[in-house]
């Protein structure tokens, strides 16, 4: 039942080929794109650029998928764009931070575009659609991807170090976050809303900045600030539903007629007052 969206002929090696090894590459380079961009320039600086991700994935929706356009969040990407070139000014455009800084907007363009896939071929992926597929991407990792390091070490490229060097504590301690952060990524999509998992990354930021002040020599200069509040405004505004505006105008016309209603309870108040203490005043003159 859960192979149904791969075809009416279920999950083959074709279809495997065809719609599953391509998200494969896709998570891979985002990973591997992300990892050396991390080498490259601060882990605040990278947190807060993979947020463009965003607005790519807007872009990639209104040509792919056919979304409707909104203007709100044609300025957020403008904003997204807008930031990236003031992250790199921040640095003075030395070229580790420029490579740091094309990295990451690489991992995220690959992150936008195997989102967009993955909602063209899934849709609204149930439990066990998502974790079907889930599987698959890790077969095909085991398969292909676990191969790459195999072939740079016969042809020379690269070398292993002994297997007592290698920090298996600080990788194994990886592989639960990330494997934790792909279920809660995938499963809470159909759990909760997808703008309550989106804020998770906006508090990655604040997270990545308090760490890095006290672990390395990061300078929050103005341009950065600038930099990370811009892109984080861009952010939040794509986090707006599409019927955004229409509920803005239900809201001001709402509180207008509120205000009408009591300019009018307040006039008819003074109105009535001096009405009521003439007739208290007569029968005393009549007295």
């Not at 990973?31 to 650029?49: G, P, R």
């Not at 690959?110 to 659609?129: D, I, P, Q, R, T």
């Not at 990330?178 to 997270?207: D, E, R």
Request: glycine content about 8%.
């Amino acid at each position: 039942e859960c192979c149904r969206f791969f075809g009416d002929n279920g999950l083959t090696l074709k279809v495997f080929f065809t719609k599953a090894a391509p998200f494969g590459v896709l998570w891979t380079l985002t990973n591997y794109l992300y990892l050396h961009a991390i080498k490259k320039i601060n882990t605040t600086d990278v947190s807060v650029l993979f947020c463009c991700n965003k607005a790519f994935v807007f872009l990639l929706s209104w040509i792919v998928l056919r979304d409707r356009f909104m203007g709100v969040r044609i300025v957020a990407a403008i904003l997204a764009i807008a930031g990236i070139v003031m992250m790199t000014y921040a640095d003075g455009f030395h070229s580790h931070s420029v490579i740091g800084i094309a990295l990451v907007v690489g991992s995220a363009s690959m992150s936008a575009l195997y989102k967009v896939l993955f909602k063209l071929l899934l849709g609204s992926a149930k439990f066990g659609e998502a974790a079907l597929f889930l599987s698959i991407l890790g077969v095909f990792n085991i398969l292909f991807i676990t191969c790459i390091p195999v072939i740079l070490y016969f042809t020379k490229v690269e070398y292993w170090s002994s297997f007592d060097d290698i920090p298996w504590g600080n990788l194994c301690g990886f592989s639960v976050l990330l494997l934790t952060f792909n279920i809660v990524l995938n499963f809470g999509i159909a759990v909760t809303y997808p703008t309550l998992m989106s804020l998770g990354i906006v508090l990655s930021v604040p997270v990545n900045a308090v760490v890095d002040h006290y672990t390395s020599k990061i300078v929050f200069n103005g341009v950065r600030v600038i930099a990370i509040i811009i892109i984080g405004l861009g952010f939040l505004l794509l986090l707006l539903p599409e019927e955004w505006d229409v509920w803005l105008i239900k809201l001001l016309t709402r509180l207008k007629v509120r205000k009408k209603e009591e300019a009018a309870e307040g006039g008819a108040d003074l109105g009535s007052g001096p009405q009521n203490k003439n007739r208290r005043a007569r029968p005393s003159f009549a007295r």
